[in-house]
Structures are given as C-alpha cells and as structure tokens.
C-alpha cells in the first residue's frame, strides 16, 4: 500500500454530511466537553429514544436525548472524577454506571451490527478526521465520507450507540449527532 498516496487520498477529500439514512439532529449547545459516553435510561417517561448520551464539560453533566438533540437533563456538580472512564448516571440515567470516552481515553463502538463503520485518521497529524463508512473501509474501498475534520477544537470521541442508531462527534467545544432508523440487512 502506497501511504503517502493514502494520506494525500485522505487529505484531499472534501467534507461531506453522512449519507441517508442518517440525518443530522440539532443539539443544544454545549462546550468545554471532556467526554461522552451512552447509557440506557433507568426511566424513560418524556423521552423519544432508547439512545441516552451523557456529556461530561468543564461545567457540568448534561444528559442529551439523541432522536430530538435535547438535553433533558443537566447539573453543574464539579465533584466527579475528571480522569474516571466510568461516570454515575444523572436524571434519566441515575443510577447506570456510564461507561465513557474522551479525554483520557476509552471509545465508543465503532461498528454497527448492519455495516456502518467509523474510522479515526490524521493526514494532517496531529489533527484528526472522522470518516464514515459502509459495508467498505476507507483504506481500500470507496463507498466512505469524510464527515469532520478537526480544526479550531479538539476531537475528544467519535463513535455509535450500542443501538446502532445514533452516530455522535464530540469536540472540546461542540457535539455533533446523527440519527437514523435501523436498517434491515440483506
């Protein structure tokens, strides 16, 4: 594999949305994001999906419902451990260890059950850039997206909801998310 030919591939591509059926949902705004993680709702009464994320920041927690982009709920509590990879749940998820991805580590998936894939590169080290993919990789195929480039914030996560259905992007000072319906494979 020719790998200057691959980073200048990588370099050169122009950002573009996901595909269908994937589609951006507007999310309250949010910065100073350390890291994100999802977890499944202890109670789920006003809520329009499984798909819970909880974005820990340098103010607070707030927990965002990935179909609508609303935060549904938020506390401003700084005395959370900033360095756990697992955080306690609040509101919809009190009581759900959240398990969490970010500053000082850990991932989200990066795969779904019907073939969408993210991929993490840096043709512009040390800047990174998310790609999305299906059924394909980017280093051999063509049927991927360049979906974020990092720029003026640090990327902290990328990656998918254990449904498969929510795709998120969180940066140092914004969070980007993608819903979809579950595909059926073929």
């Not at 050169?12 to 994001?33: C, E, H, N």
Request: glycine share 10%.
């Amino acid at each position: 594999m020719d790998w200057t030919a691959l980073r200048d591939r990588f370099r050169r591509a122009p950002l573009r949305p996901p595909p269908a059926p994937w589609r951006p949902v507007p999310a309250q705004k949010t910065s100073g994001i350390t890291d994100v993680g999802f977890g499944r709702p202890s109670r789920a009464e006003g809520l329009t999906a499984p798909d819970l994320l909880l974005v820990a920041s340098s103010t607070g927690r707030g927990v965002f419902d990935c179909a609508s982009g609303q935060r549904v709920y938020r506390d401003h509590e700084e005395t959370y451990p900033d360095d756990s990879l697992v955080r306690e749940g609040i509101g919809p998820l009190e009581g759900v260890q959240v398990t969490m991805a970010g500053l000082w580590g850990g991932g989200l998936r990066t795969t779904t059950d019907d073939g969408w894939a993210v991929h993490l590169v840096a043709p512009e080290w040390p800047a990174e850039s998310v790609l999305l993919s299906k059924d394909d990789e980017p280093y051999r195929g063509s049927n991927w997206w360049h979906i974020h480039r990092e720029e003026a914030c640090e990327l902290r996560a990328s990656g998918f909801s254990p449904s498969g259905r929510t795709l998120v992007i969180a940066t140092a000072c914004d969070l980007v998310i993608y819903s979809r319906g579950v595909e059926r494979r073929s």
